[in-house]
Nanobody, 122 residues
Framework: QVQLVESGGGSVQPGGSLRLSCAAS????????MGWHRQAPGKERELVAT?????????ADSVKGRFTITISRDNAKNTVYLQMNSLKPEDTAVYYC??????????????WGQGTQVTVSS
């Protein structure tokens, strides 16, 4: 079994900051790419950012140019982070992490966390 557990969500005022964490645990041989996605009320889930095991990063067009959102990871801790500064109301969503995990003797599988709510409101 593999579990991804997100934390760090909450309610902040516009301009505030949050740091989301997502820790993977269980019988893990290796984790390849990890990522963050979000789903706003009434909208489809969308990609925010991905990061490879080696640290190559891809940001979605919707957040590119906003140097206030940064994805990073700690391979030793099987954890991916999303630092969000200068948050805007349009960033309000449930944020989900995912990870492509290898388990011994099994092909790579895409695991997802349960989501953490981020609300930006005055």
């Amino acid at each position: 079994q593999v579990q991804l557990v997100e934390s760090g969500g909450g309610s902040v005022q516009p301009g505030g900051s949050l740091r989301l964490s997502c820790a993977a645990s269980g019988s893990i041989s290796r984790i390849d790419a990890m990522g963050w996605h979000r789903q706003a009320p009434g909208k489809e889930r969308e990609l925010v950012a991905t990061i490879s095991r080696g640290g190559s990063i891809n940001y979605a067009d919707s957040v590119k140019g906003r140097f206030t959102i940064t994805i990073s990871r700690d391979n030793a801790k099987n954890t991916v982070y999303l630092q969000m500064n200068s948050l805007k109301p349009e960033d309000t969503a449930v944020y989900y992490c995912n990870a492509y995990v290898f388990r011994a003797g099994e092909p790579k599988y895409d695991y997802w966390g349960q989501g953490t709510q981020v609300t930006v409101s005055s």
